[in-house]
């Protein structure tokens, strides 16, 4: 069985166009196989059908005004753009859309990062915090390496 490769480089050894070396290889191949041999046998013939029975046809224009009137169609039915024209964009335009996305980031942050009213945090010593409802807590942080644990102590300051 001749794999796909192998048929590929058959039809361009009866095309006549393969490099001298890869021409030899073939006509080694041919020389040895029969499955090779009527294969290229069988692409010959289809060769000769395909040239004996091919039907021309003519354009009545001429290559370059038939090949102008595709373009000028693929034009014409190309929708418009969208966009504005870069001399024409409004100058402040193009300074609301940055300042508004640099206004959206820092009201993000703000929300994200303040306290709820009425409860304080605590930041511990390895970067964590905590909340809490008491105005007046501290915290006390030990971390063994040895245990891999840590302890926290929080402190509210109640009597």
């Known amino acids: 069985m001749i794999d796909q490769e192998t048929t590929l480089k058959l039809q361009a050894y009866l095309d006549g166009e393969l490099p001298a070396p890869d021409a030899e290889r073939m006509a080694d191949l041919l020389e040895h196989d029969s499955g090779a041999q009527a294969?290229?046998?069988?692409?010959r013939a289809i060769k000769a059908a395909l040239n004996g029975n091919e039907t021309e046809h003519k354009v009545p224009e001429s290559r370059e005004f038939y090949w102008s009137k595709i373009a000028r169609e693929i034009e014409r039915q190309e929708p418009a753009t969208l966009?504005?024209?870069a001399g024409r964009t409004v100058w402040w335009l193009?300074?609301?859309v940055p300042a508004g996305a640099v206004a959206l980031l820092a009201l993000?942050?703000?929300v994200v990062l303040w306290p709820p009213s009425g409860r304080s945090w605590v930041?511990?010593?390895d970067g964590h915090e905590i909340e809490t409802?008491?105005?007046e807590t501290s915290s006390f942080t030990?971390?063994?390496e040895r245990e891999g644990m840590t302890v926290v102590w929080v402190d509210t300051h109640r009597n």
């Open 39 to 43: 294969l290229l046998g069988e692409l």
């Open 83 to 85: 966009l504005p024209q």
């Open 94 to 96: 193009r300074l609301l």
């Open 108 to 110: 993000a942050f703000t």
């Open 123 to 125: 930041a511990l010593a």
């Open 133 to 135: 409802p008491e105005e």
């Open 142 to 144: 030990f971390r063994s």
